[in-house]
């Protein structure tokens, strides 16, 4: 890991386990409204947590200088899963049997969302959570994802990726798959090698690796001798970013590369992330801030990024998804005027919620509605879609080197 990836890190340094967020002299008044959950404030899903933090709190001191939830304020309960799904399903279990939160807020990536999934149905509570990705395990009837990837993203998102290289002054023909064991991950990667296939790519390489991986040494020197025209990087966290450096060590650089969910601002800052291409839902330019509710929380979260010292500030995918969960939470409540969980799960499931990443529903299979993907790439050192091109960043394209 780079001195610049550990200062990224040195930011989470001091974070409190348990976060209680409500303004003084605020309007609501009465029984704070608790809603619980967890992120992973440390271990080797930590620097994608932080967006997620920072989201939460935004939304969380939004509501509390309007009308909180039901006129009441709101806290938020956070505690710290340290990256271990089986920490964040007994953390699950102690908010809502201890602590005794009125909601739960699922927690970031697939391994603790579905720790959190399991509680949330043991105790009936309904869960409102943003990056869940492998769709078909999802199911329990009260819980209500905003990774807005469809039900079947190993097919769907794949397609749109290679639509997108075809439509290239440079369509690759050989490709090599390296990827993570970690669950949604490998669901993806797999997906993704049957598409390649099935669109005639050539596969030089394919290799899988443990989660938690730090040296990417001997995965680097496979993957130069492979030499592939389009390098698919199944990682998340800081893992692509691992892989870059080591390729960098062996003088390689790859032609053409994407990483499905990195830390979104070492790769972007990284130099050897230049043209890395990723998904997304969102992103911090038109089309996706013509509203204004977009538009005020990328100049909030940017704010609030510079405070916490994160080098890049920028509100991308993580931060459109993790806010969007809230917008569901709030929706569901203020049309209910209930925090009864099986009120709130019927009506999400009969209505549409408009979010920042767009309209938003939960009455296909496994409360999963329309894949909303796009892809972005790295450009000047920042993350712009560029695909679909109605999509896509002002005059910015799809680059392949």
Same mark, same amino acid.
């Given at each position: 890991?780079t001195?610049r990836h550990?200062?990224?890190l040195?930011?989470?340094a001091?974070?409190i386990?348990?976060a209680?967020?409500?303004?003084?002299?605020?309007?609501?008044?009465?029984?704070?409204?608790?809603?619980?959950?967890t992120?992973?404030?440390?271990?080797?899903?930590?620097?994608?947590?932080?967006v997620?933090?920072?989201?939460?709190e935004i939304?969380? =001191?939004?509501?509390?200088?309007?009308?909180?939830?039901?006129?009441?304020?709101?806290?938020?309960?956070?505690?710290?899963?340290q990256s271990?799904p089986?920490?964040?399903?007994t953390?699950?279990?102690?908010l809502?049997?201890?602590?005794?939160v009125?909601?739960?807020?699922?927690?970031y990536?697939?391994?603790?969302i579905?720790?959190?999934?399991?509680v949330?149905?043991?105790?009936?509570?309904?869960l409102?959570?943003?990056?869940?990705?492998?769709?078909?395990?999802?199911?329990?009837?009260?819980?209500?994802?905003?990774?807005?990837?469809?039900?079947?993203?190993?097919?769907?998102?794949?397609?749109l990726?290679f639509?997108?290289?075809?439509a290239?002054d440079?369509?690759?023909?050989?490709?090599?798959?390296?990827?993570?064991? &970690?669950?949604?991950?490998?669901?993806?990667?797999?997906?993704?090698? =049957?598409?390649?296939?099935?669109?005639?790519?050539? =596969?030089?390489?394919?290799l899988e &690796?443990?989660?938690?991986?730090?040296?990417?040494?001997?995965?680097?020197?496979?993957?130069?001798?492979?030499?592939?025209? *389009?390098?698919?990087?199944?990682?998340?966290?800081?893992?692509?970013?691992?892989?870059l =450096?080591?390729?960098?060590?062996?003088?390689?650089t790859?032609?053409?590369?994407f990483?499905?969910?990195?830390?979104?601002?070492?790769l972007?800052?990284?130099p050897e992330?230049?043209?890395?291409?990723s998904?997304?839902? &969102?992103?911090e330019?038109p089309?996706?801030?013509?509203?204004p509710t977009?538009?005020e929380y990328?100049?909030? &979260?940017?704010?609030r990024?510079?405070?916490?010292?994160?080098?890049?500030r920028?509100?991308?995918t993580?931060?459109?998804?993790?806010?969007?969960?809230w917008?569901?939470?709030e929706?569901?409540?203020?049309a209910?005027?209930?925090?009864?969980?099986k009120?709130l799960?019927?009506w999400?499931?009969a209505n549409?919620?408009?979010?920042?990443?767009?309209?938003?529903? *939960?009455?296909?299979l496994?409360?999963?509605?329309?894949?909303l993907?796009?892809?972005?790439?790295?450009q000047?050192?920042?993350?712009?879609?560029?695909?679909?091109?109605? *999509?896509a960043?002002?005059?910015?394209?799809?680059?392949?080197?």
């Open positions: 890991m001195l550990r200062g990224f040195g930011a989470l001091g974070l386990v348990l209680l967020v409500a303004p003084a002299g605020a309007a609501p008044s009465g029984q704070p409204i608790r809603i619980g959950g992120l992973a404030l440390t271990g080797p899903l930590a620097a994608t947590s932080l997620h933090k920072i989201a939460g939304f969380v =001191e939004q509501l509390n200088r309007k009308n909180g939830l039901l006129g009441r304020p709101v806290e938020w309960v956070l505690l710290d899963d271990k089986d920490l964040a399903r953390l699950y279990e102690k809502i049997t201890v602590d005794k009125d909601l739960v807020i699922g927690p990536a697939t391994g603790a579905m720790s959190a999934m399991a949330a149905q043991r105790h009936g509570k309904a409102f959570h943003h990056t869940f990705g492998i769709p078909h395990l999802a199911k329990y009837e009260m819980q209500f994802p905003t990774w807005a990837i469809g039900p079947e993203p190993a097919r769907t998102f794949p397609n990726l639509d997108a290289l075809a290239s440079k369509p690759p023909k050989t490709i090599a798959i390296v990827t993570s064991k &970690f669950p949604s991950v490998h669901f993806m990667s797999v997906g993704a090698r =049957e598409v390649a296939a099935k669109r005639g790519l050539r =596969e030089v390489l394919y &690796f443990e989660f938690g991986t730090r040296d990417f040494g001997a995965i680097a020197a496979r993957v130069r001798d492979a030499n592939p025209d *389009f390098l698919w990087m199944g990682a998340i966290g800081l893992e692509g970013n691992g892989l =450096e080591a390729l960098k060590k062996l003088d390689y790859p032609k053409s590369h990483h499905l969910y990195p830390a979104p601002g070492p972007a800052l990284a992330g230049k043209n890395a291409l998904t997304t839902v &969102f992103e330019h089309p996706f801030t013509s509203s977009a538009a990328v100049k909030l &979260f940017r704010e990024a510079a405070k916490a010292g994160l080098p890049y920028s509100a991308d993580q931060a459109g998804s993790s806010y969007a969960a917008q569901i939470m929706a569901a409540v203020t209910t005027s209930s925090l009864d969980d009120t799960a019927q999400l499931r549409r919620v408009d979010t920042i990443i767009g309209k938003v529903r *939960f009455d296909g496994n409360n999963y509605g329309d894949d993907s796009k892809i972005k790439q790295v000047n050192g920042k993350w712009v879609v560029v695909w679909p091109k109605e *999509f960043a002002p005059g910015a394209r799809l680059v392949v080197p």
